[in-house]
Nanobody
Framework: VQLQASGGGLVQPGGSLRLSCAASGNIFSGNVMAWYRQAPGKQRERVAIITITGSNANYAGSVEGRFTISRILNTIYLQMNSLNPEDTAVYYC?????????WGHGTQVTVSS
């Protein structure tokens, strides 16, 4: 299983970014996909998670109402609006499947003026 993430970059406060992550390989049903982030000196935290059908999603309180996770087959997206400097972090794509975690490489998101 491979996860390929893209879409990070530098954005001004109040701006928007959209992250993408495509999973490939032997993907079985019953999986969930998620976005995590890790800021310097902080633990990795889950930002948003979505079920295989895309019908159910859950968000961290710090991003609720600003971020939207979506899914088409084995690709997930994270639309990030109203970004602020506290959102600066490396964002990681995650696939949980049959008791195992798979991780993509991180993509840097920097919110700064």
């Amino acid at each position: 299983v491979q996860l390929q993430a893209s879409g990070g970059g530098l954005v001004q406060p109040g701006g928007s970014l959209r992250l993408s992550c495509a999973a490939s390989g032997n993907i079985f049903s019953g999986n969930v996909m998620a976005w995590y982030r890790q800021a310097p000196g902080k633990q990795r935290e889950r930002v948003a998670i979505i079920t295989i059908t895309g019908s159910n999603a859950n968000y961290a309180g710090s991003v609720e109402g600003r971020f939207t996770i979506s899914r088409i087959l084995n690709t997930i997206y994270l639309q990030m609006n109203s970004l602020n400097p506290e959102d600066t972090a490396v964002y990681y794509c995650n696939l949980w499947m049959r008791g195992k975690d798979f991780w993509g490489h991180g993509t840097q998101v920097t919110v700064s003026s």
